[in-house]
């Protein structure tokens, strides 16, 4: 069994004892870890409501996705943690034009507090691309 740590300066860096995600079972599934709105590139959360929340914390998984060899394509799994569910058809919205026409499965529920105050996390089970750098 191997397990490969992936980082990526496209995606913010971790603010607690965790990894940006985990290559595992031969590199073949990624887990990325529950990704909030955060810019990368100044650390902070992006401006705005639940939309550009959910459109960073997206943009987030697909940068580390691509580091791991994956993408939002070969994602099979999601959960995404709300901070308030009535925030549920605008985040679903821009979930459904990133993900498409045959999207993840996908858990949502609605927590008490998420990470910086967001108002959204995201986290996601992805498989391997066949040929992917590391594989």
């Known amino acids: ?17 965790y990894s940006q995600a985990i ?15 955060i810019d990368p590139a100044t650390g902070a959360l992006v401006p705005g409501g ?7 914390a997206i943009a987030n998984l697909e940068a580390i996705l691509a580091a791991a060899g994956a993408s ?3 994602v099979v799994k999601t959960t995404v943690f709300l901070a308030d569910l009535g925030d549920f058809a605008e985040m679903n919205a821009v979930y ?5 026409a045959e999207p993840p499965a996908r858990s949502t ?8 105050d967001s108002r959204v996390e995201i986290e996601a ?9 590391g594989r």
């Open 125 to 133: 089970l992805a498989l391997v691309a066949e040929g992917a750098p």
């Open 50 to 56: 639940i939309r550009e929340q959910t459109r960073r």
């Open 1 to 17: 069994m191997t397990r490969e740590v992936i980082r990526t300066e496209k995606g913010p860096a971790v603010i607690g004892p």
């Open 23 to 37: 290559r595992f079972a031969a590199g073949r599934m990624v887990f990325v870890s529950g990704q909030v709105p």
């Open 109 to 116: 529920v609605e927590v008490s507090r998420l990470p910086k």
């Open 96 to 100: 459904a034009d990133c993900f498409g």
């Open 72 to 74: 939002l394509a070969t």
